[in-house]
């Protein structure tokens, strides 16, 4: 079982930078691939970004695409790094894992299998 535990959220303003971090343990494969989601009130869970680590890609929402970067640390802990930020990034962000293969190819909720608690980021003035 892989436990997933978000933290680094917190209240922002428009234009400033956020990290988030998840810590992974338990029986997580460091080859597994991890993603970033998140979920608005009212509206889907949708992805932010993703790394494979065994395909060496990674995979990037058009809504965040030059302002944020992922980035997994010894296998341990995943990263969001976000610039720019817009009142539109609120939201509640989750981190996830899935199996390896695939990669980041279709970076959907149903294809992952373990989830954080979330992390909520309100962007606001």
């Known amino acids: 079982q892989v436990q997933l535990v978000e933290s680094g959220g917190g209240l922002a303003q428009p234009g400033g930078s956020l990290i988030l971090s998840c810590e992974v343990s338990?029986?997580?494969?460091?080859?597994?691939?991890m993603a970033w989601f998140r979920q608005a009130p009212g509206k889907d869970r949708e992805a932010v970004s993703c790394?494979?680590?065994?395909?060496?890609?990674t995979y990037y929402a058009d809504s965040v695409k030059g302002r944020a970067t992922i980035s997994l640390d010894g296998g341990t802990t995943l990263w969001l790094n976000m610039d720019r930020l817009e009142v539109e990034d609120t939201a509640v962000y989750y981190c996830?894992?899935?199996?390896?293969?695939?990669?980041?190819?279709?970076?959907?909720?149903?294809?992952?299998?373990?989830w954080g608690q979330g992390t909520q980021v309100s962007v606001s003035l």
């Open positions: 338990g029986s997580a494969n460091v080859f597994d691939d």
């Open positions: 996830a894992t899935k199996p390896r293969w695939g990669g980041c190819t279709e970076v959907v909720p149903s294809n992952f299998e373990s």
């Open positions: 790394i494979s680590p065994s395909d060496g890609d």
